[in-house]
């Protein structure tokens, strides 16, 4: 039997979030550990190495922006920054800020316990060795998009080539003069299949659902435009603070309809040039996620620009989209093109479903066997709560995370679960529907708060009085309102009574299921009116056969969540039972 370990805080994953919790945690002077399934920090870009990952956020903003001498001095090349980069940055604010000391690699969280006794967390982890730690705090960091999500296609198991899931690419593959099939034309299949098509014999692409992408706008970056940005890096963070979607694009106030067709055209063909998927959505006009008819205008433009492009029409037919632009804008380096190469085709799976794959390929409703050396699965995650529900996570009473999260995943302000004290999540369902690094940032910011405040208050004992309520408990609603007897001063502070304190115990911080609901029931009423409701896809979990449709995101924006944060904060955390 392992002894356990005995510390402050757990983290669990060394992605972008673990990265930066565990360096707040450390910087706090609390006694850490990182624990993650890979060899290596990364997170998603560890995994994610398949040919063409890459992110389309700019690569001036795809980084932490605490780090004011790294945003000045750490190279970077190009517009948008690959996954061999993305990863090295990663490793090098490791290195940087002396990290790995706190990190063990290859150990995998097996299960996590509230004591009540201790009022700690029991966390099981096998690897190499067992570990059993005990900590106040658990701050995990399983990542959004991390469990990988295979489709139930009948004859998986019999296909005699390379069978493959982008999210878990063999470093050793070589495709090069191979028949290719893909399954998947999201982000990733469309840069898998762009970075593909010039080595590969043959690649087919089976499409389910055509998407409508446009450039990225990826190129070299001059010293001009690096020296640019460096002289305005402070308003850059601001300007990114104070948007909706942190993507450090212009946010179009203006109405489609309110100008003129010229006008429109115009305005979109500008965005197109620029290159990236939220200018595109964005930055033309502001309504194209709320009005049908801009939104349709807009896919207008690109189902032109798909004509335009790819000179097969069968191929051009097949690849625009029917359905509105209402998906996680996408933005490619020329994958439309590879269609106009005789070696890359496309196959409507509405006109003629998979039957069944098969040793040497796929069969398709029609009888067609398509012969494959090597099928690619380019099919996404399940998506926020997958890794999770593979996880016994046990709150107060015993109460698991699958037992919470049964009709949909849930998180107050995506950090925190009712029943589960000192446990938080980053990246959580319910989060801002954002450029992530900025909202990873920003939700590991409010945590730390979290976890500030615990540290600094003694808690009251929690006294039963002759009706059975409890001394000491506040129960806040997410709109910062409270029921009962308060228990904090005017400034926030946490009033004690002296004859029932608990010498150096720290208190406990628990979001009250209130607050909880109050959170989803307005994450719920912000998504009314938007467009995004009418498109199924992984941001509301319609990527996984039988799941129930859930709000998975905050729709409110990022300013608007720090605003709902720093209210929080400075109302002494009303939304918690302290």
């Known amino acids: 039997m392992p002894d356990t370990i005995n510390i402050d805080a757990l983290v669990v994953g060394a992605g972008v979030g673990g990265i930066y919790s565990t360096y707040r945690l450390s910087r706090m002077g609390l006694s850490v550990k990182c624990v993650d399934v890979a060899s290596d920090v990364g997170g998603t870009w560890y995994w994610n190495r398949y040919p063409g990952a890459m992110s389309d956020t700019e690569s001036y903003l795809y980084r932490y922006s605490w780090d004011k001498e790294d945003l000045q001095t750490y190279p970077w090349s190009h517009h948008y920054v690959y996954q061999p980069e993305i990863l090295k940055y990663l490793q090098h604010v490791v290195e940087k800020h002396d990290l790995r000391k706190y990190m063990k690699f290859e150990t995998e969280m097996t299960s996590a316990t509230w004591n009540e006794d201790t009022q700690r967390w029991i966390v099981t982890c096998s690897g190499s060795e067992e570990w059993n730690i005990s900590a106040r705090y658990l701050v995990n960091s399983l990542g959004l998009l991390s469990k990988v999500h295979y489709p ?83 308003q850059i963070w601001d300007d990114v603070w104070s948007s909706t979607v942190g993507f450090g694009v212009v946010e179009s106030k203006r109405n489609t309809m309110d100008v003129s067709p010229e006008e429109r055209q115009k305005a979109f063909q500008e965005v197109w040039e620029q290159g990236n998927g939220f200018r595109f959505m964005f930055s033309a006009f502001g309504d194209i996620t709320t009005s049908k008819a801009a939104n349709e205008e807009a896919c207008k433009f690109i189902r032109g620009k798909i004509d335009e492009v790819v000179k097969y029409p069968r191929k051009a037919a097949i690849l625009k989209p029917k ?107 319910q989060g801002p529907f954002a450029n992530f690094p900025p909202v990873i940032e920003s939700e590991i910011n409010f945590i730390m708060s979290c976890i500030e405040y615990a540290e600094e208050n003694i808690a009251a004992a929690q006294v039963e009085e002759p009706n059975g309520a409890l001394n000491g408990t506040s129960n806040g609603a997410a709109n910062g309102t409270s029921s009962g007897t308060s228990n904090t001063t005017a400034n926030g502070a946490l009033k004690t009574n002296e004859s029932y304190v608990r010498k150096g115990r720290p208190m406990i911080m628990e979001v009250s299921d209130e607050a909880e609901t109050a959170w989803i029931d307005l994450c719920n009423r912000l998504i009314e009116g938007s467009l995004f409701t009418t498109t199924a896809s992984w941001i509301f979990g319609q990527n996984i056969p039988g799941r129930k449709p859930s709000t998975n995101f905050y729709f409110g924006g990022l300013k608007s969540y720090l605003d709902w944060v720093k209210f929080q904060i400075s109302n002494g955390f009303p939304g918690f039972l302290i």
């Not at 794959?357 to 066997?369: F, H, K």
């Not at 998506?383 to 049964?406: C, D, F, L, P």
């Open 152 to 234: 139930d296609i009948r004859g998986l198991s019999s296909f005699a080539g390379d069978l493959i899931h982008t999210a878990r690419w063999p470093e050793d593959l070589n495709l090069e003069g191979r028949k290719v099939g893909i399954i998947g034309n999201g982000s990733t299949g469309i840069q898998v299949m762009t970075a593909l098509a010039p080595i590969v014999e043959s690649l087919v692409s089976f499409q389910r659902h055509p998407q409508y992408s446009v450039p990225s706008g990826q190129r070299p970056v001059t010293k001009e435009y690096r020296d640019k940005v460096n002289a305005t890096y402070e």
């Open 323 to 429: 359905d509105l632009y209402a998906r996680r804008p996408l933005c490619d380096t020329g994958y439309y093109e590879i269609f106009n190469r005789e070696n890359v085709d496309v196959i409507d799976l509405k006109e003629s479903p998979i039957d069944q794959i098969v040793p040497e390929g796929i069969r398709t409703a029609d009888g067609t066997i398509h012969h494959l050396d090597a099928l690619i699965f380019a099919t996404g995650f399940d998506a926020i709560e997958g890794n999770y529900m593979r996880v016994k996570i046990s709150g107060r009473n015993g109460k698991t995370i699958q037992e919470h999260w049964k009709n949909g995943p849930k998180a107050f302000g995506s950090i925190a679960c009712a029943g589960f004290p000192n446990m938080f999540i980053v990246a959580g369902p």
